[in-house]
């Protein structure tokens, strides 16, 4: 048991996606298991972008792939649309699947490498039968300059002629043939150039408006997700450290693990005085977590209560919600 | 000033079925010893090009070379990749993006190390062992014994990078080439490592010259920067006097699109749009011209020469901004 706390459920009638002491469990070397996903609960309002940061192995992709029912789930419950996905047989899913969809980190290698440009794109929806080949087509086009390539140019190009930034486009391109409800981006922008970042970040900000989506981003940068997102959810090993807005978590992180991931940030200043990396160390194995609070092992301000006990989500102010027994 | 490495008038390029393609256009770098040089740049402007061709390991037909290099007072700009080798043993050591590819994923890291501590260092097996260990305690491996029987596929990436690290300053380098050492690295490990090379830096007198497409990066880690457009150098100076006066668009719009902490949730972030120019067939003028805001008619036509104020800030750019010192 033990869950993370539901302090920061907020359900109402404009809920798209509610997540319920969600855990994925795998099985690792030595007949162990791994809590990827620990007893994880969230939910989403229709037309907001929820950002979930955390360092690498936290779980993040796990958590993004188990709400869509990529990966089995070992427990807790899925409402998408009102509808418990986890609980509905497969064809039933399959059904829900085009008003859910993914992008990946990696853009080039999330597209087969022998289809053009047009055929990758418009593959969901000849899969899904939608239109007729001429419709299709055009509804191509219009997806392609939607993302700000020019269909004309591109269309019969293969993606390894394109740079990561021009893939990652592609893939946007795709995931919203469908006119996806929901669409959940994991890293869309940690394998490219500072500069290309920010394209990619407005074109997402753009299509969201222009299709009304709600969106999770994941990331393992607060810095990156602070423009895009209006609620950021910062996750460690498997559970919810805080829920805040992007300026709280900034300007008042209480978490002592948000306050080090604030910390960690290159500011682009040489005159700013130089801070020793915020936080040292690995994250202790998921195979064998910290008991208690699971920061607690590189937290500076642990004492034996956490240890002992496992902290439960509190709002500490309106809308901001932590899991410490101390926070800052 | 008392150079390490001293690139003059580096030209790189590519025979390809398209053309020529021109990635490294006439570079002069200096790094003084024991300091820190960023060069920054976003992918494709040339960043790796000209560092791997300082270091003599381009090879292959179809690489067009020219200009010099001198590596502690040695000439070596024109030396093959073999000739340059020694002086990885003696003087250069490398790390880069994927610390994976430097690592032979079926050996135990306290092999490959040891070994190569034999090969570099003339060391006996017994000693390179106990040099391996303490290498990694040097890189901040919390159990150093323990890594080392361990197989590079069982280590967390920040890690890897560390292990890379340690095998490249087991010779005592005097200038470390770091391309990208922490781009593939979330940020709480990039900056534990860029933390690690700032001490390795002090503690053992090193140069080096770190590649990264970040400003954030170069801000806080190097002493100097060379910014790359196009295989062009395009704004030279010690890294303070750049934050405090850019003088060329391209860096000032590069340092905007950095996605920041302090800026103001649910807008737009500012970016540059467009992209690089082709490489295999530069348009004439300046090749930032066609994403520059303060681009003006003459920047279509001529390429800026690279004007250095006196105060050894050099920048090229013909409205430079807030106008030439
Ligand atoms: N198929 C799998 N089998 C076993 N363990 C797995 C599997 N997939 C993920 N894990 C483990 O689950 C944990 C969470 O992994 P996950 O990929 O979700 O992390 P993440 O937060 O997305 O990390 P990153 O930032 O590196 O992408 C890690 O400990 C990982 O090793
Ligand atoms: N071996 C090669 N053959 C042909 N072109 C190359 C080769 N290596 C790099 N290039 C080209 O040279 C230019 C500069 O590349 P690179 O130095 O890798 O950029 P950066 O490191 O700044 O991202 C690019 O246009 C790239 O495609
Ligand atoms: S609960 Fe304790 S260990 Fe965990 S973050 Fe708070 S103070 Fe630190
Ligand atoms: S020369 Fe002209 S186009 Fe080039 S950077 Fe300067 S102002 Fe912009
Ligand atoms: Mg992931
Ligand atoms: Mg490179």
């Known amino acids: 048991m033990a869950g993370s706390g539901k302090a920061h459920m907020r359900p109402s009638a404009d809920t798209i996606l509610s997540v319920e002491d969600l855990t994925v469990e795998f099985k690792a070397a030595g007949g162990s298991s791994v809590k990827a996903v620990s007893g994880i609960s969230f939910d989403l309002v229709r037309g907001e972008t929820l950002a979930v940061v ?41 059904q829900m699947r085009p008003a859910m969809q993914m992008i990946f980190q990696d853009p080039v290698s999330s597209l087969d490498p022998r289809f053009s440009v047009a055929r990758l794109v418009e593959e969901p929806l000849a899969i899904w039968e939608r239109g007729t080949p001429e419709e299709r087509s055009k509804r191509v086009d219009e997806l392609l300059e939607a993302v700000g390539l020019d269909a004309q140019i591109v269309r019969e190009r293969k993606p390894y002629e394109f740079s990561g930034g021009q893939c990652q486009r592609i893939s946007i391109a795709r995931s919203l043939a469908l006119e996806p409800l929901l669409l959940i981006c994991d890293e869309p922008v940690s394998a490219l150039d500072v500069s290309i970042q920010a394209q990619i970040l407005n074109l997402l900000q753009d299509m969201k408006e222009r299709y009304g989506l709600t969106l999770v981003f994941i990331s393992h940068d607060l810095a990156v997700v602070k423009a895009v997102s209006t609620r950021i959810m910062v996750m460690y090993l498997g559970k919810v450290c ?9 300007t008042s992180p209480r978490h002592h693990y948000t306050h080090a991931l604030v910390g960690s940030v290159p ?20 195979v064998d977590p910290p008991s208690g609070c699971r920061f607690r092992t590189r937290c500076p301000a642990a004492t034996d209560k956490c240890a002992a006990e496992e902290p439960q989500l509190a709002e500490v102010a309106p809308g901001h919600f932590v899991a410490c027994h101390h926070p800052r | 000033m008392n150079s390490i490495l001293s690139i003059k008038n580096l030209e790189v390029g590519f025979d390809t079925p398209r053309g020529l ?8 770098v200096e790094v003084p010893g024991a300091s820190s040089m960023g060069i920054v740049g976003e992918s494709g402007s040339g960043k790796t090009v000209m560092c791997r061709a300082a270091m003599g390991l381009l090879r292959g037909s179809n690489v067009r070379r020219s200009g010099s290099v001198v590596f502690d007072g040695d000439e070596i700009g024109s030396l093959d990749s073999a000739d340059v080798r ?8 490398m790390i880069f993006q994927d610390p994976m590819t430097a690592l032979n994923p079926v050996r135990r890291i306290g092999s490959q190390l040891a070994e190569s501590l034999v090969i570099r260092l003339g060391m006996n097996k017994k000693d390179a062992r106990a040099r391996a260990a303490e290498l990694l305690g040097l ?4 159990d150093p014994e323990a890594t080392l029987r ?5 280590l967390s990436g920040g890690m890897r990078q560390r292990v890379v690290i340690a095998t490249a300053i087991a010779c005592k380098p005097k200038l470390l080439f770091a391309d990208e050492p922490t781009t593939a690295l979330d940020v709480t490990v990039q900056a534990q490592i860029l933390e690690l090379l700032s001490d390795l830096r002090r503690d053992l007198d090193m140069a080096m010259m770190l590649v990264t497409h970040d400003l954030g990066v170069v801000a806080n880690h190097t002493d100097y920067v060379t910014v790359l457009y196009a295989g062009l150098v395009v704004e030279q100076a010690p890294t303070r006097k750049l934050f405090a006066s850019m003088k060329m668009p391209y860096t000032e719009a590069l340092l905007k699109s950095i996605p920041r902490l302090d800026q103001p949730s649910g807008g737009r972030m500012p970016m540059i749009g467009g992209r690089l120019p082709d ?41 430079p901004i807030g106008g030439n010192a």
């Open chain 1, 54 to 94: 955390g360092e690498s192995g936290c779980g993040k992709s796990t958590l993004g792939k188990a709400i869509l029912r990529l990966i089995p789930t070992s427990g807790g419950s899925v409402r998408f649309d009102d509808r418990d996905l986890l609980a509905m047989p497969e064809n039933e899913l399959r």
């Open chain 1, 242 to 250: 805080e829920v805040a807005g992007p300026d709280t978590l900034y």
């Open chain 1, 267 to 286: 500011l682009p200043d040489p005159s700013a005085p130089r801070a020793r990396a915020a936080i040292q160390g690995e994250p202790p194995s998921p």
């Open chain 2, 21 to 28: 393609l021109q990635a490294v256009r006439g570079v002069d």
């Open chain 2, 86 to 93: 020694q002086y990885f043993g003696t003087g250069m050591a």
């Open chain 2, 139 to 142: 890189v901040r491996i919390p």
């Open chain 2, 150 to 154: 361990k197989f590079p596929g069982q």
């Open chain 2, 279 to 319: 490489p295999t067939n530069p348009e004439p003028g300046c090749p930032f011209a066609p994403r520059c805001p303060y681009v003006q008619d003459r920047c279509r036509k001529e390429v800026p020469p690279l004007t250095v104020a006196p105060d050894g800030h050099a920048y090229r750019c013909f409205y």
